[in-house]
């Protein structure tokens, strides 16, 4: 037991460090967050995915040595696709942005989502990205190797990291919606979005050189 409580915090660390930049996962849930729409649902779904991929890389994944060269082509395929779809969809909410007049405000209108379309959403940013299977899978699979008998206890203590990040995003983004819900918000986060996105699927082609 000595041991237990550092090698659960060394995986807690190390997930959060891990997930915390703003990649595509977590600026989708913040989008949800601002919008009022399935934020608690968006943050469950991308927490379970997480676990779910720490759970391979710790169980499996990396003692196997991680993916192989065509299934990695392939997820970086359908990564590219995906990004790039989602990047024009957020660059067109840029230059068109649906607004309401509210007390002389301008305020967005949020396309609504179906809790279908909520889950399927947020599935396809965790598991579309091949950054998330490199990051989550296999790079806690083989730290988890470090710690011999106590891998499992790591890997545990990255799912909990996981699982506290999100929580932490989605009180954030349902705090912050309460504030910004305003049309130059709006495009900036829009822009932002589309940008990384871009970039993102960008820089996932050039890996496939």
């Known amino acids: 037991m000595t041991l237990a409580f550092p090698t659960f915090t060394a995986g807690m660390v190390l997930s959060i460090s891990l997930i915390m930049a ?6 989708h849930v913040l989008r949800m967050g601002l919008q009022r729409q399935h934020l608690w649902l968006t943050v469950a779904v991308c927490a379970v995915a997480d676990i779910a991929l720490i759970s391979l890389g710790v ?5 196997l040595g991680g993916l192989s060269d065509k299934l990695m082509g392939a997820m970086v395929g359908a990564g590219v696709l995906f990004l790039s779809v989602y990047g024009w969809q957020a660059f067109q909410r840029f230059l068109h942005p649906r607004t309401i007049a509210i007390e002389g405000d301008s305020t967005v209108v949020a396309e609504p989502v179906s ?4 889950v399927l959403s947020a599935l396809a940013f965790s598991w579309l990205n091949p950054h998330a299977w490199l990051d989550t899978a296999v790079l806690i699979g083989t730290a988890s190797l470090a710690y011999g008998q106590g891998s499992r206890v790591f890997g545990m203590g990255a799912a909990a990291g996981s699982v506290v990040w ?3 995003l989605g009180v954030a983004a349902f705090w912050l919606g309460r504030r910004l819900n305003s049309l130059h918000v709006w495009r900036a986060l ?15 082609l050039s890996s496939l050189a």
């Open 115 to 118: 809790r279908r379309q909520a």
């Open 190 to 204: 829009d822009g932002m979005v589309a940008l990384m996105m871009w970039g993102t699927a960008l820089w996932l």
């Open 59 to 63: 169980l499996g994944l990396a003692q």
């Open 166 to 168: 999100f929580l932490a």
């Open 22 to 27: 703003i990649g595509p996962q977590n600026a």
